[in-house]
């Protein structure tokens, strides 16, 4: 009698190692089969694919699997661009300037080159309204996940603020604090019963050359006093022989009973 033998054949398998950062999962598949890897999210990153651990070579998905090997998540940090805004800046368009940036990379900003008239810079914004988010020169990172994105920082101005001691002559002397560049109040000086305002100075010996124009914008700290003069004021008499009596507030006069014969 003849025996016949037949060959029995198992599949092999080879079982992949799948990294990601610290996680690790394994897949067992029959030799030669295709492998359907996952696509993964990382926040700030663009997912690449997967690459074969001690290549730098990212593994086609339509390859056959032949044996065992372990395949890398590979992440690549996104790119994106910061713009440092003047924020009507005198120097705005000399000055501008841009920063290429990339997730998770830290970067100092650069020191400020905008100027600004009667200002002081203070730091960046993220808003043109906005309070001081960054200081001048500091160190910035991760403004954005969202890649080729262009992120704006506004330059903050502070107003500087002059102090102006005012003497008018009429109340106690005070202190006015005033925006450099803008303009003192209208109606600084008080009604002043008898008196004319003639003018301001820098100097209480109201000489022309400190005479000032207070409607003009105030730059500097420093004094104002009021230069009063008298108003006159004449008295005329009707039906009477008696000559006309000139006199201010200062004065005290006295009038007679006026006399008439008859």
């Known amino acids: 009698a003849v025996l016949d033998l037949y060959a029995v ?21 029959n030799q030669g089969d295709v492998l359907t890897l996952p696509v993964l999210e990382k926040t700030g990153y663009t997912f690449r694919g997967w690459k074969q651990e001690g290549t730098d070579t990212l593994w086609q998905q339509d390859d056959p699997v032949m044996q065992d090997m372990t395949l890398t998540a590979d992440f690549a940090p996104i790119q994106y661009t910061v713009i440092l805004d003047g924020n009507g800046a005198d120097n705005a368009e000399e000055a501008t300037s841009s920063l290429s940036m990339e997730y998770d990379k830290t970067q100092a900003l650069p ?15 993220t808003e043109p309204e906005g309070p001081v988010v960054y ?16 992120i704006r920082l506004y330059a903050v101005w502070s107003r500087n603020v002059v102090s102006v ?40 010996t109201y000489q022309p050359e400190h005479r000032v124009d207070v409607t003009q914008p105030v730059m500097t700290a420093g004094a104002l006093y009021a230069n009063w003069t ?6 005329t008499f009707a039906n ?12 005290s006069i006295a009038l007679e009973a006026p006399y008439r014969a008859g």
Request: glycine letters at 8%; zero cysteines; aromatic letters at 10%.
């Open 230 to 235: 008298l108003n006159r004021y004449t008295v």
């Open 9 to 29: 054949w198992q599949q092999n398998t080879v079982t992949v190692t799948l990294k990601n950062g610290e996680q690790t999962e394994q897949k067992t598949l």
């Open 135 to 150: 200081p001048d020169q500091a160190e910035i990172r991760n403004l954005t996940t969202e890649p080729g994105k262009q």
């Open 111 to 125: 020191q400020n080159q905008f100027t600004k008239a009667n200002h002081t810079f203070t730091g960046w914004a």
């Open 165 to 204: 001691t005012i003497h008018d002559g009429v109340r106690p002397a005070y202190d006015m604090a005033v925006g450099q560049g803008e303009l003192l109040p209208e109606g600084l000086a008080p009604q002043r019963e008898g008196y004319t305002l003639e003018g301001w100075y820098s100097e209480p």
């Open 240 to 251: 009477v022989d008696r000559a006309p009596i000139e006199f201010t507030v200062e004065d």
